[in-house]
């Protein structure tokens, strides 16, 4: 098949769904989600899934899309981009080491690079679906999301507490005038690939 920039994205996401051991299954639908979406990403991200392995690449596409093959480019990223420490914090707080888990922390860092909620970056028809993935396969970290704080902002406090650098405003989120835009309600429809409508909604 062609390179994936080659097809539209929503051409693209249609093909993957046709080729789809399961097509209903929520880690199918964020990871052909995901992986349609690449040109919504800067440049570093537009690989349908980054920094993913060769060998990794192969054995998502035979065990999840059968009978397709993608032309998938390599990408290095840039240095001091949060990606690895957050595939790191993923795979450290993960219910297993299984094979769709680890495809699914790559997912999920390459869907956060993207520019609107992350269950809209990833394809999925809600935040209930984005919540329930994470409860299946990265359980303990869910947990710890106790508040239900939006799950970009959330992995970057992660990040911020594990480097022991808070960059927040207030000593507790009650007490902080950003509150709305970390807990806010998530609304909307999911944005499928090739939408042109983006919501901004920073890491």
Known sequence: MNAPHALADAELHRVLLAHARAPGEACTLALAGVMASGRTRPAA????????????????????FPGLTLCWPETAGDAGDEFDDLVALLRRHAGDDGPATRWLAHAIATACKGANQLWQDMGLPGRDTLNALMQAHFGPLKARNAQNMRWKKFFYRELCLQEEVLLCKSPSCAQCVDMPQCFGVEQGAALLPGDTHRVRAAF
Request: proline share 5%; hydrophobic share 65%.
């Open 45 to 64: 991200y537009v690989a349908p899934i980054a920094r993913l392995a060769q060998a990794e690449q192969q054995a998502l596409m035979a065990a999840v």
